[in-house]
């Protein structure tokens, strides 16, 4: 079953101490799960949300790049189109480690960069909109627009790429994130001086 989860809406008191009520009593298959220590385990958006936080915030030190890489599962796999020119067909990443080399190859090529969930506008209403499904290997599958603008070390050229991203969530962990550029959209930005 496909359905859009989105931010910010406003729930009434009364509403949401009912659905409190009904999730304390009954929770789901597939839902979160109290984890080893009491507390749940952080829902498939929960986790893509943190996902888009932590690669925002990865500034070439080993704690922001220990942070995001704890996202993944050990074994997971995160795949991603051609780079440049240089690549023909998708590049695959096994293993919490070579996720790590991939932070650090797009961390020598880009600085100052930005990574935000796209943000949809209806009504006069804007929200984060997050398609999530349900997936066969137990748990969801997550997808979200966003865009890059990140600045070219090489040439100090800065430049906005639109993209898309899906998640498939285990537990508390990614075990699978593909990431699509737009390239042929990228769009070269004007400083601001």
């Known amino acids: 079953m496909l359905r859009f989860v989105s931010r910010g809406r406003r729930v009434s008191p009364g509403l949401a101490a009912g659905i409190l009520l009904l999730t304390l009593g009954w929770a789901p298959p597939g839902e979160a799960r109290a984890a080893h220590d009491g507390t749940a385990e952080p829902s ?13 915030a990865l500034d070439g030190g080993a704690e922001s ?57 209806a009504t006069e209403v804007s929200e ?28 100090g050229t800065r430049w906005y790429i639109p993209g898309a991203a899906f998640f498939r969530v285990r537990g508390s962990e990614l075990v699978r994130v593909r990431i699509y550029l737009g390239l042929g959209e990228a769009a070269e930005v004007e400083i601001q001086r």
């Open 128 to 155: 984060t909109v997050w398609a999530e499904a349900e997936g066969p290997w137990g748990g969801p599958l997550i997808a979200a627009q966003f865009t890059i603008a990140a600045t070219r070390r090489d040439d």
């Open 65 to 121: 790049r220990a942070a995001f890489l704890a996202l993944y599962a050990e074994d997971a796999l995160h795949i991603q189109g051609p780079a440049g020119d240089y690549q023909k067909g998708s590049a695959t990443y096994w293993g919490r480690e070579k996720v790590g080399l991939l932070v650090d190859r797009l961390l020598g090529e880009w600085k100052d960069h930005s990574i935000r969930p796209e943000v949809a506008t």
């Open 44 to 56: 498939g958006r929960e986790l893509a949300e943190r996902w888009f936080r932590l690669v925002d």
